[in-house]
């Protein structure tokens, strides 16, 4: 099946720093990705859909400015977290679908997600 | 505006019984679909399956099974024989059907426990 893949799997950084993740997929041109962010024991908020060759759509709520997404080509989007706070510390996991011959709607495939820690 | 209700936080169940985990939904569409996804403690979105609004067939696969009642907006999952390797996170979750109306609106999930 398409996979989609997420790097880092878990990244610890300083604050005041930047961290970018990167989501590829695979196997299939992807001109949209989710972005989600989990807490500890919560669920899956969306943060923002990347599109491909325009800019993301943010959900409100969520800083533009701070959580930077781009989506240069059909099969990579990356977030970028900017001057990182501990409170950024989060499980972050884009998502994208294969719309190629499969209609609209098949499963959004994950990435492994990406455990963040700011200290 | 969507919105996936998981009322189950955390369930426990000795291996070998079955449960049902529950999920209503709400959706203004028409058209819509219906997934179920398992997080493992490994942090992982692992599908499961993807129902059609329009299809209220049941579906079963293997131990899974899932019961679609689009009268009473409920797409519940149930687990048959229950193992240990069954503990996880599972999600139930909901997307529209028209394009640019992709993205998921995730329940909070509930905490499957296998006891052995």
């Known amino acids: 099946g398409a996979v989609v893949s997420q790097h880092p799997s878990w990244v610890i950084c300083k604050s005041g720093t930047s961290v970018k993740i990167e989501c590829r997929s695979l196997?299939?041109?992807?001109?949209?990705m989710f972005w989600y962010r989990q807490f500890p024991k919560q669920s899956l908020m969306l943060m923002a859909t990347s599109n491909e060759g325009s800019k993301a759509t943010y959900e409100q709520g969520v800083e533009k400015d701070k959580f930077l997404i781009n989506h240069a080509s059909l099969t990579l989007s990356t977030l970028t977290v900017t001057s990182a706070h501990p409170e950024d510390s989060s499980f972050y996991i884009c998502s994208a679908r294969d719309p190629s011959g499969r209609g609209m709607n098949t499963e959004a495939f994950f990435g492994q997600g990406t455990r963040l820690t700011v200290v | 505006a969507q919105k996936v209700t998981q009322a189950q936080t955390e369930i426990s169940v000795v291996e070998k019984e079955d449960v049902t985990l529950d999920c209503v939904y709400e959706?203004?569409?028409?058209?819509?679909?219906l997934f179920w996804y398992k997080q493992p403690p490994s942090g992982e979105l692992v599908f499961l399956i993807r129902?059609?609004?329009?299809?209220?067939q049941n579906e079963i696969s293997g131990r899974y099974s899932w019961n679609f009642q689009k009268s009473t907006s409920s797409f519940n999952f149930t687990i048959t024989a229950s193992q240990v390797v069954d503990s996880a996170v599972y999600f139930c979750a909901l997307s529209g059907s028209s394009f640019g109306n992709e993205k998921l609106t995730f329940g909070t999930g509930t905490r499957l426990t296998i006891i052995p």
């Open positions: 196997d299939f041109q992807a001109t949209t």
């Open positions: 959706t203004r569409d028409t058209t819509y679909y």
């Open positions: 129902r059609n609004s329009f299809d209220e």
